[in-house]
């Protein structure tokens, strides 16, 4: 098993070459704007998987995941011929869910916005069920009191 800041070298390594290939071009023409948005290499150095985005509508992703995994052994080949490596990882194309992720978070964080300005309203007319300081609070002595500590004590002498 090979260390992980070797793993996480290859993997930038085939990130680039990649990425480089696909910028070139490949013949395919239902490949649409693809991003290579990470690699990860398994421990052994034996696999990668590529995650990636397409810039587009859905069937221009489902035709760009069509067309890269038809080009899956020519890439392995351009990986082969530019990494040290003893043995060329197979490689995986996977969707990368950053846009649908970015999408979801936005809109739940505009429900909470939403909510919040809901909730500042509400508090603004808001009055109290009971009483506005339901707290009990200690009894005050009274003036008598002390006049009769001072007599007890004026009595003891």
């Known amino acids: 098993m090979a ?8 993997a930038d390594r085939i990130k680039e070459i990649v990425a480089r290939r696909l910028d070139k071009g490949l013949r395919d023409p239902r490949l649409g704007f693809v991003t290579i948005t990470d690699v990860r290499v398994t421990g052994d150095l034996q696999h990668a998987s590529i995650f990636y985005t397409v810039y587009g509508t859905e069937e221009e992703r489902t035709d760009s995941a069509a067309a890269l995994k038809a080009a899956t052994g020519m890439l392995r080949t351009e990986v082969g011929r530019n990494i040290t490596a003893r043995i060329t ?12 992720n970015a999408e979801h978070i936005e809109s739940l964080l505009r429900e909470a916005r939403t909510r919040d300005a809901e909730t500042v309203a509400l508090a603004a007319n808001a ?3 009971g009483d506005a300081d339901p707290y009990v609070k200690p009894r005050e002595l009274e003036d008598d009191e002390d006049d009769w500590d001072d007599a ?5 002498r």
């Not at 007890?152 to 003891?156: H, I, K, L, V």
């Open 3 to 10: 260390d992980p800041q070797r793993a996480r070298k290859l």
């Open 89 to 100: 990882p197979s490689l995986e194309f996977i969707a990368d869910a950053i846009p649908e």
């Open 127 to 129: 009055e109290y069920a």
């Open 152 to 156: 007890e004590a004026g009595g003891a």
